[in-house]
């Protein structure tokens, strides 16, 4: 299984960027994809998780500005942020895993490399 992240980038507090995760192996269809950020000396934290059957879930912190999204044929996941607050700056990843909240990174089979979100 592999992870590719993308989208990633520098905006202004306000502004919107759409992260995407290309995932190759037999993923998706298999496992609930996830989003998960962290931000240096912080734990790992899911965001938003989707599951196979389309349904989703969103941490507090980035409900109603954050979307997850899949599309199964693309093998791809996305996280559509908008209204990016300095606080959701970090290297973001996906993951087959759905938590949200803190998650040991030892406890997630695969990782990808994650992208860099710069809000200032």
């Known amino acids: 299984v592999q992870l590719v992240e993308s989208g990633g980038g520098s905006v202004q507090v306000g502004g919107s960027l759409r992260l995407s995760c290309v995932a190759s192996?037999?993923?998706?269809?298999?496992?609930?994809m996830g989003w998960f950020r962290q931000i240096p000396d912080k734990e790992r934290e899911g965001v938003a998780g989707?599951?196979?059957?389309?349904?989703?879930s969103h941490a507090d912190s980035v409900k109603g500005r954050f979307t997850i999204s899949q599309d199964s044929a693309k093998k791809t996941v996305f996280l559509q942020m908008n209204s990016l607050k300095p606080e959701d700056s970090g290297m973001y990843y996906c993951a087959p895993d759905c938590r949200l909240g803190a998650v040991n990174v030892n406890s997630v089979a695969y990782w990808g490399q994650g992208t860099q979100v710069t809000v200032s």
């Open positions: 192996g037999d993923t998706m269809g298999r496992y609930c």
């Open positions: 989707i599951e196979s059957d389309g349904s989703t």
